[in-house]
């Protein structure tokens, strides 16, 4: 295992405390807080380092953490990225739409009957929608909501990426398509039904792409976590490699997604892998600081302003209660990071009316100025901000809306 990468340090945040402020100063009017911003320049730095680390492979962007449209095309417009890995069917039907991308894989089953009556009575939008099965209930749903004479539904099967050991199952509990029998039967049920064309298959390793595992603080769970990793790995190529070849016997398929941005490397090394799925490597959020296997290059921020000094080496920000999902944590509240040097405090955390924070910077900041934080998940906390503002420099060249600011809440 690769020792950790360099992490942003006192100097990097405080250089970038001034350049955002700088920002911000230059739009010649008060910004309405918080002021959700993107760096486009680590944005596009972080794309290119998906792409290298994917190894030939097409990286797939996972929509749910990026959820703005403008950032979704930045991504795609580069070299290597191709179709987006949607979260929803109406997020895709409305991406279809919009002309943003006509290659879209949706990750998780869908129960919504308006959106497949949608998708079956539009050829065009069946043709380049995949959506994801692991039951055949899934299938009755599809067909209970498909018109007469609707369009024939692309599917792929969702197969379950856990590790097993000593009798345990290790990862995000997603399908329960767990052996290869009960994966085939699913697959010819799908080419025995009229209407329906299996053309892909997915595995979410979650428990390796989603898990840090160069925690400075949890080093002796980071080294569990790091030889649970490799099993992990072994084990699913081996899975892999047998599961694809009995799919084959039944469909003919056009892609094997899998990974996310943690484990990029790993999968794209997998002979029976097509396509790499990554979002939250975008954006770095403070969840995805701590891995062997790329630098960090943080890219999201949100700005809260001081609107209280309660005491000394204390300042209290307005708002600040944009909590990622998850297990409950102090991992999962926002970072603040610049000025380098504050923290919040363990009785308050970040509330969603005002957030106190402390420190010897706070010492330093006036009423009106503005903290930086950094989120802990990617794309949730654009579902509280109606645009994002995309920095280039010390400027920002654009204003653009998120889901949320195009009216849309998926």
Not at 49 to 74: M, T
Not at 226 to 254: F, I, P
Request: charged share 20%; aromatic share 6%; proline share 8%.
């Amino acid at each position: 295992m690769a020792p950790p990468r360099r992490q942003p340090s006192a100097v990097d945040r405080n250089r970038l405390w001034s350049r955002l402020n700088d920002a911000v100063a230059k739009q010649g009017v008060p910004l309405p807080t918080p002021v959700f911003v993107v760096d486009l320049d680590a944005f596009d730095a972080n794309a290119d380092d998906l792409v290298r680390r994917a190894g030939g492979l097409p990286v797939r962007i996972a929509s749910k953490s990026v959820r703005v449209p403008a950032l979704i095309e930045r991504a795609l417009a580069h070299d290597g990225f191709r179709g987006v890995l949607a979260f929803t069917l109406r997020e895709a039907l409305w991406l279809h739409r919009q002309g943003i991308c006509d290659d879209i894989l949706v990750a998780y089953p869908t129960v919504d009957r308006g959106a497949l009556a949608e998708l079956t009575s539009s050829p065009e939008a069946a043709a380049d929608i995949v959506i994801m099965v692991d039951s055949p209930a899934h299938l009755d749903v599809i067909d209970g909501a498909r018109p007469p004479g609707g369009a024939e539904v692309r599917v792929a099967v969702d197969v379950d990426a856990g590790l097993r050991l000593a009798g345990q199952h290790i990862g995000p509990k997603r399908s329960p398509l767990q052996d290869t029998a009960s994966i085939v039967a699913l697959a010819r049920e799908i080419d025995r039904r009229a209407g329906f064309r299996l053309v892909g298959a997915m595995t979410y390793e979650g428990q390796v792409a989603g898990l840090q595992d160069v925690v400075p603080t949890a080093r002796a769970r980071s080294m569990v976590l790091r030889r649970l990793k490799s099993l992990s790995m072994s084990q699913l190529a081996v899975r892999r490699r047998e599961l694809d070849r009995a799919l084959r016997q039944v469909a003919d398929l056009e892609f094997w997604n899998g990974g996310g941005s943690g484990s990029v490397e790993a999968t794209a090394a997998d002979p029976v892998v097509t396509e790499i799925a990554a979002g939250s490597g975008l954006l770095v959020p403070t969840l995805f600081d701590h891995y062997a296997s790329f630098e960090p290059r943080p890219a999201s921020y949100l700005g809260l302003p001081v609107v209280r000094r309660p005491a000394p080496g204390m300042v209290t920000v307005h708002g600040g209660g944009i909590v990622a999902s998850g297990p409950a944590g102090a991992d999962r509240l926002p970072t603040p990071w610049a000025p380098a040097g504050l923290s919040l405090t363990s009785l308050e955390g970040a509330g969603e009316v005002q957030t106190p924070i402390t420190g010897q910077p706070a010492d330093l900041l006036e009423v009106g100025d503005l903290v930086w934080f950094r989120p802990a998940k990617s794309g949730e906390p654009f579902e509280h901000a109606l645009s994002v503002h995309l920095l280039s420099g010390d400027e920002f060249v654009d204003t653009v809306p998120t889901y949320r600011g195009c009216g849309q809440a998926f």
